[in-house]
Each structure stands twice: as C-alpha cells, then as structure tokens.
C-alpha cells in the first residue's frame, strides 16, 4: 500500500501517464505447474494505477511487445489525452458489449485502441458508418491489429459526436480512446459506457 500511494503520489506531482506492457497471459495460469498458484487479481494494482494516470495495462506476448510498444508510444506525448478508457472482465459466454464516448471539433489524431480477449469489434461512427477489425483501411480508418491489440487511427476531420465500440468478447478487455487538443482550447472529457 505504501509504495502504490508513493507512485500515486509521483503520477499527481509529474502529471504522468502511466501504462503498463505485461507479457504474461492474465486468462491462462497453466504453464507454471503446480509449484505456485497465481493470483487472479495479480494484476489489480498495474490496473489501478494505469487508470488513475489516464494510461493502459496491456498484455502481449514477447514475439509482439517491440511492435505494440512502438504503437502505444504516442500515448506518452504530453498533448495527448484520454477521452474515454474502461477496462472490464467479462464472465460467461462471449457476447457483443457495446461502449460509447463522445468526440468534439477540438480533438485531432484519435486513436483509439483496443485490447484482451477480444474475438471482433466494430467502430462506428456518429453518422452510423462502421468499420470493423478485418477492414485495416476503411471509411473511419486505418487499423494496426497485432496479436490481441489493436489501434485505429480516425481520419481527420473526427466526426464530432457520439461514437460506439461493439467487442465481441468474454473475459478482460480494455477500450481506449486519446486525442490531441486542437487551437490551444481545453476539451471537456465526456465519458460514456454502455
């Protein structure tokens, strides 16, 4: 607890944005035999503190982490902000779950990036125009998809408005959604989930 609120404490003073790239599969506690028993919520505080810092906890494996890291670096710039971000586990079957956020006139180059256990997703636009995973270059992007990563890159200008995520999946999955303010104004963060 001590060192989690000295970090917190780091993350307020610096105003950093803190993710995480984590190399082990958090669905799949095989491969370490019966010697040790892991934690489900082994990964609660790398959560937690990517959250309160406006960044991401990401899982990867090591073939793919130089590529992801290379992708998510533009989140560390200092213009860029979180518009909406939400992490869930998901229990039972796999099912379409769908989230929602709002883009304004004075957000440029939005990505929004989408990760976990995740089999599909579509993003759709304010004007109902949709895009999904497959479709690396489409009408409301372009989309780098490695391994169970993935990030989209909106073409400029954002259609100002509601936006949805619909991600067909069952476990945990993270959607996050950054922008750069345009014209020197502040953005007013509006969150929405559905």
């Known amino acids: ?11 307020q003073e610096r105003k950093s944005k ?30 937690s503190l990517a959250q ?10 090591n073939h793919n982490i130089r590529e992801v890291s290379s992708i998510i ?11 909406f971000h939400v992490q869930k586990k998901e229990p039972g079957l796999r099912k379409w779950i769908k ?7 004075l957000l440029e180059r939005v990505k929004i990036h989408i990760h976990g256990d995740i089999d599909d997703f579509e993003i759709i636009d304010p004007r109902g125009r949709r895009q ?7 009408p409301l992007g372009v989309i780098q998809n490695i391994g169970h990563f993935s990030k989209m890159s909106l073409v400029s200008p954002v259609h100002v408005g509601h936006w949805k995520v619909e991600i067909l999946t069952q476990g945990l999955h993270t959607v996050h959604v950054q922008g750069e303010e345009g014209g020197g104004k502040r953005h007013r963060k509006k969150n929405f989930s559905g």
């Open 99 to 105: 989230y929602h956020f709002h883009l304004d006139s």
């Open 1 to 11: 607890a001590e060192l989690e609120n000295s970090v917190e404490s780091l993350i």
């Open 132 to 138: 999904g995973r497959s479709t690396t270059e489409g």
């Open 52 to 61: 309160k810092s406006g960044g991401e906890i990401i899982f990867t494996n």
């Open 18 to 47: 803190v993710s995480f790239l984590i190399t082990e599969d958090p669905s799949r506690s095989s491969g370490r035999g019966r010697r040790e028993a892991l934690s489900p919520d082994r990964f609660d505080l790398y959560a």
């Open 73 to 83: 670096q533009d989140s560390t710039n200092s213009g860029v902000i979180t518009v």
